[in-house]
């Protein structure tokens, strides 16, 4: 038994149907699955957290269609392996045998000349390429090869989804079957976990093999005392990078700077890619602070652009600055909400036509059939100001943007109620 590959690949899924989660894009009817049953199958590159089955649903793919498959990690390959897996596929179509799928495990890693070097043979259709990320590919993958690629989201697997998993393991694993193995609690196997159906599988069996005998049963108290002193590691490749990063985002918004640059701390003695730091809180500059500090989000670009030039590890005093500048910030996300609501409108309503007077007139047709008509500029009033209303007809003198609880935005608020009266009264 000794021999055996860790219980995660010993039960690793080998059709669709056997795959757990992801239904929105493999379930019956499902966009990807109508691909992959189709042949009709395009490069892709699979996007979300770790453990949610991205490497085994590409190998499933490539079975499933009865395509060689090829697979490269971007952490220990370069362009030398690139341009040997591509000849390997490019003799393949000489002899008319069945193009490969090639998987690249975190192909954000892969620096811009690596990715260059697959666009010709994803182009001329030499591999169908699968990459795999846990960062958002608009910023990790160069524009070229995105646009030759269909993005899809994988999502952090459902309580349902670990606890089949569970069962599963328990009564089809060649181990785990022969074993009397009671779960009477599983909270902290799902939260230690994360969604990460790996991760989970690997508690799982450092659980039963810290017990002798067959009869193991599971609880709360029992998962923590054998499994969280060995969770103490930050890991940058998954295990706690979500975790961290969370708690980071999270002291930032809760206005403790402590908390913020211990996280931040964490992540520096972790190695963490500084850019992906820099870069979260330049969104939470916007998301959590916005206008209540408008120099929040200047700040946090000058310091992305500054880490990008200078690299690790003076960055580390910019980041830190950053970072402590925004949790002692003014919060608001008043803008965040305004965007989110006025999306919702959008869908709610549909495309509501642009009023006649806010409509451009380019030509002696469209003036006279009342094209931009009884528009006033409003640099030609006192004060730069004129109330006409800049809404659809259907949903005129509706309040999207409500500032937000804080000294900055209360001298907007105090604007806007002189500038458009009732509608900002409260």
Known sequence: MNNLPPLAERMRPKTLDDYVGQKHLVGQGAVLRKAIESGSLPSMI????????????AYIISQTLFRPFFSLSAINSGVKDVREVIEKASLLKEQGETLPVLFIDEIHRFSKSQQDSLLGAVERGIVTLIGATTENPSFEVISALLSRCQVYILQSLEEDDLLSLLTKAMKEDVVLKSKKIDIKEHEALLRL???????????????????????????????????????????????????????????????????????LARMIVGGEDPLFIARRMLILASEDIGNANPNALLLAQ????????????????????TAIYLATSAKSNSTTTAIGAAIALVRETGDLPVPLHLRNAPTRLMKNIGYGKDYKYAHSYQGNFVDIDFLPDAIKGTKIYEPGN?????????????????RYKY
Not at 246 to 256: L, V
Not at 305 to 312: L, P, Q, R, S
Not at 406 to 422: C, Q, V, Y
Request: glycine share 10%; charged share 25%.
């Open 406 to 422: 804080n000294a900055k935005e209360h001298e907007t608020k105090e604007k806007l109620k002189k500038l458009w009266g009732e």
């Open 46 to 57: 699979f996007w979300g957290p770790p453990g949610v089955g991205k490497t085994t649903l």
């Open 302 to 321: 000058s310091c992305f652009e500054a880490v990008n030039v200078i690299g690790m590890p003076e960055s580390q005093l910019i980041l830190s600055q």
């Open 193 to 263: 976990s994360g969604g990460d159906a790996r991760k989970l599988l690997n508690i799982f069996e450092l659980l039963v093999n810290a017990f002798e005998g067959k009869k193991i049963t599971i609880t709360n108290d029992i998962v923590l005392e054998h499994v969280q002193q060995n969770m103490a590691l930050y890991d940058k490749a998954g295990e706690q990078h979500y975790d961290i990063i969370s708690a980071f985002i999270k002291s930032m918004r809760g206005s403790d700077p402590n908390g913020a640059v211990y996280w």
